[in-house]
């Protein structure tokens, strides 16, 4: 089974609940389109806007992938599915695999909500630079942080979010979980399409 991480740095011009970055307030954009395709190196796309075959997403699912993996992925599946093409063509078709689910579930559900901080420590990688987290904390606009600075702060996720897969995907495995982490896989799509119609 072929893979493709995907994560996105968006604006956070404004939030529903505690969500920052929310995709249901249609002043936030996407700015930085992450994807690290299985085998490859991490591929970034600067952007002001919603996603379209442009960003390179269609045709790289298409070709190379069979799994979409991210972390809090329903975060990025919504701004996604303001696309109408990946809306209408890849997500009837795709499989996801949220690592923070995922975690949940390997934990027995004693991890409630864990971070990619803490899987990616877990599994032997490292954490995330803070200077991007300081300066939303202090009011810095997404679109107005330093592009090599924000780019370098997104390759890390995505590495970390592939570390993290792999070693769950194994866990799961060996563990007999899967047929478990798949239906709820399944059941987030569910959750994800029932937030983009608006429960």
């Known amino acids: 089974m072929k893979y493709m991480i995907c994560d996105l740095e968006t604006t956070v011009r404004n939030k529903i609940g505690t969500n920052k970055g929310s995709a249901h307030c249609k002043e936030n ?12 190196i991490p591929q970034m796309l600067r952007t002001y806007g919603f996603v379209t075959q442009d960003h390179g997403i269609h045709s790289d699912w298409y070709t190379h ?3 979409l993996v991210g972390h809090n992925l329903k975060f990025d599946l919504l701004y996604l599915l303001r696309g109408p093409e990946f809306r209408k063509t890849i997500w009837p078709k795709i499989l996801v695999w949220d690592t923070a689910l995922a975690e949940y579930l390997l ?8 971070s990619l901080d803490g899987c990616s420590l877990k599994y032997g990688g490292t954490v995330k630079d803070k200077r991007i987290s300081e300066m939303w904390d202090a009011g810095v606009q997404t679109e107005d942080m330093d592009n090599d600075m924000l780019s370098e702060y997104l390759m890390h996720d995505l590495l970390n979010t592939e570390l993290v897969f792999q070693h769950q995907f194994l866990t799961a495995k060996e ?8 239906s709820q896989m399944l059941a987030l ?5 029932k937030e983009l119609n608006g429960m």
């Open 65 to 67: 992938n069979d799994l």
């Open 189 to 193: 799509k569910a959750t994800t399409e």
């Open 29 to 40: 954009k996407i700015v930085l389109f992450g994807t690290l395709i299985q085998g490859t």
């Open 107 to 114: 934990t027995g559900q004693d991890s409630r909500f864990p």
């Open 175 to 182: 563990a007999g979980m899967l047929p478990l982490i798949w």
